[in-house]
């Protein structure tokens, strides 16, 4: 898909910088946990561009990003969305020009200009550079995990051209997603395997792979895949209305529309 890159200002006060609708789809704390200390990154260095990865878990369109961050005066940086990963990033989606005065201040950045889609798995980097001496600072707020300690989010966090230090690091961020129904709700896989290539990722087509599929997380259990339903009562209450709950309603319901096709 051809896009074009677009610039927008954000100017980060104590309160969001934009309101948003989506769904939160990944976070990684913006300071400390149980096992993980607050660490802090100079955004104002021209010399230093950090990234860091973010991978999809709810497929749609990326809607924006919350981020933390901290300055002792008005200060200005820059954040870039971008799509590929932190070791091979694609091309510049989008410009946003921030400026944070005081703090902490959690902003969010609306990116849905940029019309990135994404399905469940797909990456995109965060990056945030300045262009200034780095003295004094916007900081970005995040964690530190000491090995062999696991970091507070899976995805890397890269300096330039290469993972941070010791692969601890982490910025603090959440995504929110506009999430789209899918165009055929029993479609929920390419292929049958548990673990396998493809496994509950949708691809267009409906097949047994599907429905086998199904059957495989309905016997383990699994609710975000085979909670479907609250009744198998076509037009009754609660009929495609998850309820918490895994019952043969849910089976009879994912029945009903694998018959009926797409």
Do not use: H, K
């Not at 309101?19 to 990944?26: E, I, P, R």
């Not at 096992?35 to 990234?51: C, L, V």
């Not at 899976?154 to 910025?171: K, M, Q, S, T, V």
Request: net charge negative; hydrophobic share 40%.
């Amino acid at each position: 898909m051809e896009r074009t890159c677009v610039l927008i200002g954000v100017a980060c006060v104590a309160s969001a910088a934009s309101a948003q609708v989506g769904v939160l789809d990944q976070s990684s704390p913006f300071g400390a946990t149980p096992t993980a200390s607050p660490a802090f990154y100079n955004f104002s260095i021209a010399s230093t561009r950090w990234g860091q990865q973010v991978r999809c878990g709810v497929a749609g369109t990326l809607e924006g990003v919350r981020i933390g961050l901290r300055s002792f005066e008005n200060l200005a940086t820059e954040m870039r969305l971008r799509s590929g990963t932190a070791a091979s990033p694609g091309p510049v989606l989008m410009v946003v020009p921030i400026q944070n005065n005081g703090g902490p201040n959690y902003p969010f950045i609306d990116l849905s200009a940029a019309n990135l889609v994404l399905a469940v798995g797909e990456t995109f980097v965060l990056e945030f550079q300045g262009g200034g001496s780095g003295i004094p600072a916007v900081d970005g707020l995040g964690t530190y995990t000491p090995p062999p300690g696991v970091p507070g989010y899976p995805e890397p966090l890269f300096r330039n051209n290469g993972a941070f230090l010791d692969g601890g690091y982490r910025i603090g961020f959440e995504t929110y997603m506009l999430a789209e129904p899918p165009a055929c709700p029993p479609d929920i896989t390419t292929g049958a395997i548990p673990g396998g290539a493809g496994y509950l990722v949708p691809n267009g087509v409906l097949n047994n792979d599907d429905f086998f599929c199904f059957l495989n997380e309905f016997a383990a259990g699994n609710l975000a895949v085979a909670d479907v339903t609250t009744s198998a009562v076509v037009g009754g209450p609660g009929y495609g209305v998850p309820n918490g709950v895994i019952t043969n309603d849910d089976f009879f319901y994912y029945l009903t529309l694998f018959a009926a096709g797409c």
